[in-house]
């Protein structure tokens, strides 16, 4: 009967608080913050729970390292039975309502009664550790490992119990692989080993072996974590990740004795407790406590539970500070249970240990603790905290933005619901960084709850185009895609839903006549600009979109880039984005990346703009391909904006821009004329281009006709394209120097003939030319390839050099631009070669006028000895084959080698 009350009376108030406890953490979980470290947790939870999968790493550290696995193997427990978030975060609350319960048990078996109910009771509705209780994070499950391990210290090694020794540095283990900042609590495994040496000298042995026992088991239970780092290593340097880790050391510095300061203003600054007159109140019972305890402890030489529950919430502080690694206040979040376990020994008083604790005399703190009016005092300071701690939790406006799990997953809920309903994909939109990390998890929860697989895009990923569209859901705030929402409707909180068009809605505006094949297997049909982004303006964003086409498994992870340059090549605007990945989707999936480019304010109003653009990957540059798979250029480019208004006007809606031609050129040289053309309707034929020049007596003395394009294959000339093209017209090299006229015309298809859409003059000024050889040349008859004979040379040496000058005319004009060699001969072997152009480059066989004569001159490093027993032969060939011309004598008869030799050099 007696045992009966008194299970009562010890466990039932324990039942009452864990009653408020668990009411308290798991009351509108869903309110509460989910965030980038929530979602991370809960997608690999979710990969183990519902695919089977194995993870060797847990969460990423903000110490640049990654965490250990074990919470996300803890929280795959409740992912198992369901996708809803809320199942996590309450799993999150029952295990922190067990804390309450473990701390209860430490404070009644060191404490007292009294001290049990006022430390739970002020832990069980404290608001930082009720709001902090509930959120998936692997700091917030470590609390009980810490109480277990600060339990079994004191019963292992305190009590002498052996088989809480062997659990004591396992639970460590568990504790420390929640967040590593909990290993700093091994000195006071230190502290309670020294103790139980001293204490029981008679099982020195036993409590040795059990110790090493238990620490085979910590390091036992690193194995998968280890496994994982390795892994983890073969990536990354970890070595000079923890060299460069970031650290709060300073801050800590600059505060009233380090860590300590760190400790007394953290008591005091306890998150989520608002300011009042009862906070200091709470602050300066924990810091009396904590004195009070460590007091004890060291003038009366006894490692009491007192200084082992301070040791518990200290040491993390402490010894990040020593060590001066990053700190915030969640990394101690595990160990702050021991505030409350001293504030109910100081409250609550200590009663029925206390001189068993001390084995000497109650003193005057012990005696004030037991006193009628201070337990009276005390108790009204227990009720008034809690009470207004209650209701502060009860009117509070938590959880802090920017969203909370309600309100993502109920947005998620509409977006499924209203794709379901319109019959479109889900598409799913990732902000950058941390942001994104809830939206992804979201993505898993919707496929696992409504068997939908909705598609998932990063930040900076290219966009898939649906034929039918798709539901955009993600966070309003998205900067990075703020165009693609801005038809859309917030909904919960930040969350927004949009509409993405269908594909066709998606036409390119700014291209060219055919696409941009790139090596990668991926096609570049042009851009989309949308209609609010017509016009680009200095110092503002330029929203525009690549669209793109996969021809096939696409070959290479690549990054594409976009440049906004000038005539000249001056950079206004660039940004590089996430290009396609390896093996990505079908040979018919179209993309479009987003590029949100900011114009400089240097952007000139009026002139040419182009958008320089490429792809390149881990190899560098991707080039651009023809269709047999030759590669043609690394770098695309594309005219946005030419010239207000246009020169001329031709049929059909074509539009002349710009006609840059020479004013004046050497006889020659051929007319180079760049034109910049552009139309404002689709031409399903290609224009095709008449010039004319004439003299000033309106002769006609050049005609030529050409497509307006240099590329065969373009056969229909898409609306609002710029074409830029360059003219090479070939006019009679022996045109006779003066003024002329050239005349433009363009074929009119519906009145089938051509129209003169632009006129313009320009000089030709004229070249010293030779036509008479002179008597002391060194006459030798040859013909080459019946287009250039070989009339004589003169032969100059001295004793470093030699110098051989030769004389060529043309029998005709020439059309192609030969190259010459001369090869020198010595017993049959070439000592010494030279290739060119005539005149060093200056005046390619095409320049020559029929019947002047060309002088060229070598200038060899062969001495007048040597080079009159050697023997030198001169050829032409064509570079673009290198197929040599053939040799005939002025009778036309074919000579059996294709050079033709000095013969004078012989003698």
Not at 545 to 566: A, C, N, Q, W
Not at 724 to 742: A, V
Request: net charge negative.
């Amino acid at each position: 009967m007696y045992k009966r009350l008194d299970f009562i009376k010890s466990y039932l108030p324990l039942i009452l608080i864990l009653c408020l406890a668990g009411f308290l953490r798991m009351y509108q979980t869903e309110l509460e913050f989910f965030g980038g470290d929530d979602a991370y947790i809960s997608i690999k939870a979710l990969q183990i729970a519902r695919y089977g999968e194995h993870h060797f790493l847990g969460p990423p550290s903000s110490l640049g390292l990654v965490h250990s696995p074990l919470s996300v193997y803890l929280y795959a427990l409740p992912y198992f039975f369901t996708p809803e978030p809320v199942g996590a975060q309450i799993f999150t609350a029952a295990i922190n309502t067990l804390s309450v319960a473990i701390l209860y048990f430490i404070t009644i078996r060191y404490f007292g009664f009294r001290a049990a109910v006022v430390a739970s009771l002020l832990y069980a509705v404290h608001p930082h550790m009720v709001f902090a209780s509930r959120v998936i994070n692997n700091a917030q499950i470590g609390a009980p490992f810490v109480l277990m391990f600060v339990f079994t210290g004191l019963l292992g090694y305190y009590d002498n119990k052996g088989w809480a020794r062997i659990l004591h540095l396992p639970l460590l283990s568990l504790a420390g692989q929640c967040h590593p900042h909990t290993f700093a609590l091994l000195p006071l495994s230190l502290c309670v080993f020294i103790h139980s040496i001293l204490s029981y000298p008679k099982e020195r042995r036993i409590i040795v072996m059990q110790t090493i026992l238990s620490g085979i088991i910590f390091i036992l239970l690193f194995v998968p974590w280890i496994i994982g780092v390795y892994e983890f290593s073969q990536y990354v340097n970890i070595l000079e990740r923890v060299q460069n880790m970031p650290s709060t050391g300073e801050i800590q510095d600059n505060q009233l004795f380090g860590g300590l300061g760190q400790i007394i203003q953290t008591i005091y600054h306890m998150e989520r407790v608002p300011d009042n007159w009862l906070k200091p109140f709470q602050a300066l019972i924990t810091i009396v406590g904590s004195i009070w305890m460590a007091y004890n402890s060291f003038v009366r030489r006894r490692l009491l539970p007192g200084f082992t529950i301070v040791l518990s919430f200290a040491l993390v502080p402490i010894v990040t500070w020593i060590i001066q690694a990053h700190w915030v206040i969640d990394y101690w979040w595990p160990s702050l249970p021991g505030l409350f376990v001293i504030q109910g020994a100081l409250l609550g008083g200590v009663t029925k240990n206390v001189t068993s604790l001390t084995n000497r005399s109650i003193g005057f703190i012990e005696f004030l603790l037991n006193n009628i009016y201070y337990r009276t005092l005390a108790i009204g300071m227990v009720a008034l905290i809690s009470i207004s701690q209650i209701i502060q939790y009860i009117q509070s406006n938590y959880p802090p933005p920017p969203v909370s799990l309600n309100e993502l997953v109920d947005s998620m809920d509409l977006a499924v619901n209203r794709a379901l309903s319109l019959d479109k994909d889900l598409m799913i939109i990732l902000s950058e960084g941390h942001g994104g990390l809830p939206w992804a998890f979201l993505r898993e929860y919707a496929y696992f709850k409504y068997d939908i697989e909705g598609y998932l895009v990063e930040f900076d990923q290219p966009l898939p185009l649906l034929t039918d569209g798709a539901v955009l859901v993600g966070d309003g705030k998205n900067d990075s895609r703020a165009s693609l929402f801005s038809e859309g409707e917030f909904v919960y909180g930040n969350s927004m839903i949009a509409l993405l068009p269908e594909s066709d809605k998606f036409e390119t505006n700014a291209q060219s006549i055919l696409p941009w094949n790139f090596a990668n297997n991926v096609n570049v049909l042009g851009f989309y600009i949308p209609s609010t982004q017509n016009q680009v303006t200095q110092g503002e964003t330029w929203t525009i979109f690549m669209i793109m086409e996969t021809r096939g498994p696409v070959t290479s992870s690549s990054k594409v880039y976009v440049h906004l340059v000038d005539r000249q090549g001056v950079k206004y605007a660039q940004l590089d984005q996430r290009g396609l990945n390896i093996n990505q989707i079908s040979s018919t999936q179209r993309y479009a990346s987003q590029f949100e480019l900011s114009v400089s304010n240097e952007l000139p109003d009026e002139g040419n703009l182009y958008l320089n653009f490429g792809m390149y990957d881990d190899n560098g540059n991707v080039p651009l391909v023809a269709d047999n798979g030759s590669t043609i250029d690394e770098v695309s480019r594309i005219q946005i904006r030419g010239l207000d208004e246009s020169i001329s006007i031709g049929p059909e809606g074509l539009q002349l821009l710009r006609l840059d031609v020479s004013s004046q050129i050497m006889q020659g040289v051929p007319l180079i004329l760049s034109a910049n053309w552009y139309t404002n309707k689709v031409l399903d034929f290609i224009p095709k281009l008449r010039w004319h020049i004439y003299d000033t007596n309106d002769d006609e003395v050049y005609i030529e006709d050409m497509d307006i394009f240099s590329n065969p294959l373009y056969e229909v000339w898409p609306k609002s394209v710029f074409v830029e093209e360059q003219y090479e017209l070939r006019i009679p090299t022996d045109l006779e120097s003066g003024n002329y006229i050239m005349d433009l015309d363009v074929f009119d298809s519906h009145q089938g003939k051509y129209n003169t859409i632009y006129s313009t003059d320009f000089n030709v000024l004229e070249r010293e030319r030779i036509f008479v050889l002179s008597d002391d040349v060194v006459q030798i008859q040859g013909v080459f390839g019946n287009k250039i004979e070989m009339l004589g040379y003169n032969l100059y040496s001295n004793e470093d050099s030699s110098e051989v000058q030769m004389y060529w005319r043309p029998i005709d004009y020439i059309d192609i631009d030969y190259k010459y060699f001369v090869h020198v001969r010595h017993n049959g072997e070439i000592i010494a070669q030279i290739d060119s152009m005539p005149q060093e480059w200056t005046y390619p066989t095409s320049w020559w006028s029929p019947g002047e004569i060309v002088l060229e001159t070598v200038k060899l490093d062969i001495s007048a000895d040597l080079i009159n027993d050697t023997s030198l032969s001169v050829g032409f060939y064509n570079p673009s084959d290198g197929e040599r011309l053939t040799v005939t004598d002025l009778s036309d008869q074919l000579l059996q080698s294709d050079w033709i030799v000095l013969p004078q050099l012989n003698e």
